[in-house]
Nanobody
Framework: QVQLVESGGGLVQPGGSLRLSCAVS????????MGWYRQAPGKQRELVAR???????VYADFVKGRFTISADSAKVTVYLEMNSLKPVDTAVYYC????????????????WGQGTQVTVSS
């Protein structure tokens, strides 16, 4: 069973920084990409940043220049460095892994973490 364990959320003042981590454990044959999504109260879940196994990255426009996604393949861990945080960044942040469960799987599966709360407030 694949588990994604997130850490690093919390309360921070506007302009501050946080670093989220997501450690992946369990049996998964291959990973295509890892990423972070967020969901604010009353809003839909949205992509924040995504990194492929080849380390290509995609960022939502609202975080470009402020957030940086990275991954450690050996540790099977993805990170999200968040700088210049704003109150609008307040949300539950979810880790996502897109991968093939087994060698004979025809498609990919999305795995999700339990979410970590990020609150930006003075």
């Amino acid at each position: 069973q694949v588990q994604l364990v997130e850490s690093g959320g919390g309360l921070v003042q506007p302009g501050g920084s946080l670093r989220l981590s997501c450690a992946v454990s369990g049996s998964i044959f291959s990973i295509n990409a890892m990423g972070w999504y967020r969901q604010a109260p009353g809003k839909q879940r949205e992509l924040v940043a995504r990194i492929t196994i080849g380390h290509s990255t995609v960022y939502a426009d609202f975080v470009k220049g402020r957030f940086t996604i990275s991954a450690d393949s050996a540790k099977v861990t993805v990170y999200l460095e968040m700088n210049s945080l704003k109150p609008v960044d307040t949300a539950v942040y979810y880790c996502n892994v897109e991968g093939r469960p087994t060698a004979w799987s025809q498609g990919v599966v999305d795995y999700w973490g339990q979410g970590t709360q990020v609150t930006v407030s003075s």
